[in-house]
């Protein structure tokens, strides 16, 4: 099968000075296919929004290729490039929404650069705003609205010409953890129910984890690791991915609303000093007869001692799983059932 965007050797230079020109995007190759949620980390000035604006042509390369279904965009005409970039949706870090219009008025506004009829354009919003659950604020301004309902805005008007690609530039960086849960499963719904192919750039591993199925990551203007998600976070080759996946804080709040929905016993187990080397949960298992299935932890050294905690879900008899909790407690490590 051949690769829905295919990019070869891309490079952007910026002249900066007579004799000083950087390397924005440098020598980057990649195979994005269909229906991909295709994450692209690194950190402030990696590339990644240089890359992503070659892709959408609002920025020229200074070399490489790029393909979508097998056509060079980098050669395309104007007409050409003006029904590409209807095909492309865009969605920022900032919004930017048009102050003035009202929410219903800024998804139109999509609508009306492409030439809609009025009827067909008013079918088309009422049909966004149900998609992105904004149906009710379709009367009010942008100033009123919270970041997530912002953003869900933007997503409208993004998918207004029924785009094969969403191009996603930090859309959750402005958010609270808990809003960009809320826009990234929106993200995810629009990727599966439209088979909408998302480039999804962000700094945030946890965004990535969530729900990129591939990863590229990048730094100074070139990509230096590329995989499934599952393996880069199994098994990050370079020092950048591992400090990455590190450094990554476990989304237990999720976890546990997940696991209490089936039922299962959660609980969280704090460590400190020697305690966080010792394997209690090994103990426990073989004490109790428990089954014991880690969800998550963490262990930081601090300056003079260790902390850890783990979130851990217990299966079995109601009295063993008492009693493990009472062996737990008597060894010193505060047990916290959620
Ligand atoms: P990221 O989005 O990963 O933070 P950018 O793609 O915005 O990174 O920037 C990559 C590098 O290119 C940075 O060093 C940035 O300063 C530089 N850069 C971006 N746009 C321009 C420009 N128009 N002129 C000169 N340098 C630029
Ligand atoms: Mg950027």
């Not at 440098?26 to 890359?51: C, F, Q, W």
């Not at 969605?91 to 998804?107: A, D, P």
């Not at 990554?248 to 305690?275: R, S």
């Amino acid at each position: 099968m051949s690769d829905f965007i295919k990019i070869v050797n891309l490079s952007k230079e910026y002249v900066l000075s007579e004799d000083k020109i950087l390397k924005a995007v440098h020598n980057v190759s990649l195979n994005i296919e269909k229906g991909d949620i295709y994450g692209i980390m690194g950190l402030s000035g990696a590339g990644k929004s240089t890359l992503i604006r070659l892709i959408n042509r609002l920025e020229d390369a200074t070399s490489g290729k790029i393909f979508v279904n097998d056509k060079d965009i980098l050669n395309f005409n104007g007409v050409e490039l003006r029904e590409y970039r209807k095909k492309v949706g865009m969605i920022f870090q900032h919004f930017n929404l048009l102050s003035s219009r009202t929410v219903e008025g800024n998804v139109a506004f999509a609508l009306e650069i492409a030439g809609w009829s009025a009827v067909d354009k008013q079918k088309r919003v009422d049909e966004l705003l149900e998609i992105v659950g904004l149906t009710e604020k379709k009367n009010i301004y942008p100033s009123q609205l919270s970041g997530g309902q912002k953003q869900r805005v933007a997503i409208a008007r993004a998918l207004a010409n029924n785009p094969s690609i969403l191009l996603s530039d930090e859309a959750t960086s402005a958010l609270d953890p808990k809003t960009t849960n809320s826009i990234l499963d929106l993200l995810q719904d629009i990727n599966k129910k439209f088979g909408i192919t998302v480039i999804l750039i962000t700094h945030q591993m946890e965004v990535i984890r969530k729900i990129c199925n591939k990863t590229a990551i990048m730094s100074n203007g070139e990509v230096i690791e590329v995989g499934k998600t599952k393996d880069i976070f199994l098994n990050p080759k370079s020092k950048i991915a591992k400090e990455f996946v590190s450094h990554i804080i476990p989304d237990e709040e999720i976890i546990i609303e997940t696991q209490k929905e089936i039922g299962k016993k959660i609980i969280k187990l704090y460590f400190e000093g020697v305690e966080a080397d010792k394997s209690y949960i090994t103990e426990i298992i073989k004490k109790y007869n428990l089954d014991v299935n880690i969800l998550s932890g963490t262990i930081d050294i601090l300056k003079d001692s260790k902390v850890g905690h783990l979130l851990i879900e217990i299966t079995g008899d109601e009295h063993n799983t008492n009693e493990s909790i009472v062996w737990l407690e008597e060894n010193k490590i505060k047990v916290e059932v959620v």
